[in-house]
């Protein structure tokens, strides 16, 4: 337990920091999205290479890799069912697709590095169950919600788009190609030259600080948490915390995993939404202050959640 609670002690510490430099009036709005912006450009695609391409791919196939796919696709389409009936009955204006895409990732990306892995080091006892979540994430998830905050941006912002545009979006952005680069190399075998995996490891050490350092600006800047779009905010977090972990405990139980696979699944479907979705709100600048809050509440509620969840399947073996 004591390397989780150091794990979320140090991300919020970070945070802090962040925090602190802008009460310190060191740093404002305009420095959080530049520090997005270069997580983004610069930090995250090396560190997409470099976990891809050491990822455990032996964990990423197997009948406990759907029961993730189907509790994330029960979150996601509970975000998004809901949105939808609300917007239709209650006479309410329909959400825009990067309203949706952002409340999607927020109800079911979880923080599967930062907070994973230390989670299954205390949990599981083996933080390759984190490799299947990530795995998904980065090779499904991430190109398919990028792509259409790419499209959003272009019909927002009046630039053109084609066909051909939004099938190789993609294949243009910098996160999925560094992915796509990762397990390319994982796939071959090869062994990176000392100097490039160094210059690689040192580029991605940036991105988590200033993804952190970026939403402890925004915390204090922003208004507080839970001020704006507070009926969505709660019931996203509860889709998160709640459905999606449940879901995957059901369906767990339906396919007849072994306990400690089950345990797997149910905690890494607990785990809070990923700093990488206030990266994308703020790159797309779109729905930042709902990305902010639900990671704010759901990094704070996930450790008596998944601490729950544990115990509960510990109880029923």
């Not at 520090?35 to 391409?53: E, K, N, Q």
């Not at 309410?92 to 409340?103: C, D, F, Q, S, V």
């Not at 930062?114 to 490799?131: C, F, L």
């Amino acid at each position: 337990m004591r390397d989780v609670l150091s794990g979320f002690a140090t991300i919020w510490m970070v945070i802090g920091v962040g925090a602190l430099a802008a009460q310190l009036r060191l740093f404002d709005q305009s420095a959080q999205r530049i520090l997005s912006r270069f997580a983004f450009f610069i930090g995250l695609p090396p560190l997409m290479v470099m976990m891809m391409s050491r990822a455990d791919l032996g964990r990423t196939f197997g009948t406990h890799v759907i029961v993730s796919v189907l509790a994330i696709l029960v979150s996601a389409g509970g975000y998004l069912g809901a949105r939808l009936l609300r917007a239709r009955l209650g006479g309410h204006e329909r959400p825009g697709l990067g309203h949706l895409t952002i409340g999607t990732f927020c109800a079911s990306y979880v923080n599967a590095n930062n907070m994973g892995v230390p989670i299954a080091a205390y949990v599981m006892k083996d933080t390759s169950w984190v490799a299947p979540v990530l795995m998904i994430q980065l090779i499904v998830l991430q190109p398919l919600g990028l792509t259409l905050l790419d499209i959003d941006s272009a019909h927002r912002t009046g630039r053109r788009t084609s066909v051909l545009r939004n099938i190789t979006m993609p294949f243009r952005n910098p996160l999925t190609i560094g992915v796509l680069l990762g397990l390319a190399i994982n796939l071959l075998g090869w062994r990176m030259p000392v100097l490039l995996a160094d210059t690689l490891d040192l580029l991605g050490g940036v991105a988590v600080p200033c993804m952190l350092v970026g939403f402890g600006i925004a915390l204090r800047l922003g208004p507080l948490p839970g001020r704006e779009n507070r009926g969505e905010t709660l019931f996203i977090c509860l889709l998160k915390l709640v459905v999606q972990p449940v879901s995957a405990w059901a369906l767990a139980r339906v396919v007849g995993l072994d306990v400690a696979t089950t345990l797997a699944v149910v905690v890494m479907a607990g785990l809070p939404t990923a700093q990488n979705v206030f990266v994308f709100s703020t790159r797309y600048d779109t729905e930042v202050p709902l990305a902010r809050d639900v990671i704010f509440i759901t990094t704070i509620c996930s450790i008596p959640a998944i601490t729950c969840y544990a115990s509960v399947i510990h109880a029923l073996a």
